[in-house]
């Protein structure tokens, strides 16, 4: 396969632009304590999402979204109103908002464990006369411990938190850009609070046949075909912040496709091909956001094209000046 070659070209990162800021080293093991703790606080506000959001088609009911500074859930209805929980990654706060004009907050801090943080949640629901019950014990993570037990996560160091939200704030913003060059459905740019990784979705729109033996999860996910991309900051098996990409289903032959930049490469992902890109490998070149559009893009015509996509009907055009 021939490489696009009008992908657009993202703006040059310009001498007074600190790359080393935007994009600073983020290593698994310095973080890991901080990470783990995090993620468990995630998953509980996740739930809370997960339990009074009407659904969505794949999951998009669920997700976090990124803010200027933080997290959110966005606004929840209940009953005749709406309510919002937000994490603030720069006061360190976790907010709960409602369109009543109430307000409860919790400092996050290092000693704060998942048990205190549920507890402290779930008072301020109730002081606000929300009634949520949720499956309070973690999801599909490492830890299997019921939130209302865990003593044992309670490392939450600042500066690391605001650390990596900042990145995925910029990484937010790429794929926005990349997302907006496609006509098909795509979902939101959205956190996924399970595996702890920041995603984008295209979809072909063509329906899939749900395997019985599929989980509740796949079969929602897995409905129709799909190219993703996503960035985590590692885990137990993959121990370094990445970018990724699969298609499903994979078509034959797509881990001989090319992929750019060259330090991407194909991994095995559970039996199927994954386009890889380290996190340090794009940080480190000379124009990381390019290097990113390029690993997205070439993983994306990789999977499209071998799976028959319309590519170019899905192309979207770039509006001129006199035309906004």
Known sequence: MVLNTTIAMAPAVTPNDDVAVVFPPLPLKDWE???????????????????????????????????ARGLTTGPIPYRFYTFQIDFDFISHQLIIETSLGTTETITLHNGLSVAQFYTSVFSALTA????????????????????????????????????????????DGIMK??????????????????????????????????????????????????????????????????????????????????????????????????ALLKYDDMRTADNPKQVLLDFMESAYHAGASLAGWPVTELRSKPLEEHEV
């Open 128 to 171: 606000l006369g929300i009634k949520v019950a949720i499956l309070a014990k973690p999801y599909d993570n490492k830890c299997a411990t019921p939130f209302a037990d865990d003593h044992e996560h309670a490392t939450y160091e600042p500066e690391q938190v605001t650390r990596y939200w900042r990145i995925l704030a910029v990484i």
């Open 177 to 274: 850009e990349f997302s907006g060059r496609f006509y098909g459905k795509t979902c939101p740019v959205q956190l996924y609070w399970h595996h702890f990784d920041l995603v984008v979705t295209r979809f072909s729109g063509k329906a899939l046949p749900i395997r019985p033996e599929a989980s509740i999860v796949e079969k929602e996910a897995y409905s129709h075909e799909v190219i993703s991309f996503g960035f985590w900051p590692g885990d137990e098996q993959v121990r370094f912040p990445a970018f990724y990409s699969y298609t499903f289903p994979s078509p034959h032959g797509l881990d001989e496709e090319p992929l750019l930049p060259r330090e991407a490469a194909w991994v095995d992902s559970n039996g199927s091909p994954m």
């Open 33 to 67: 304590p901080t990470k783990d703790t995090l993620h468990l606080y995630l998953q509980i506000i996740g739930k809370i999402r997960l339990k009074q959001m009407p659904h969505q088609n794949h999951w998009w009911h669920v997700t976090l979204y990124l803010t």
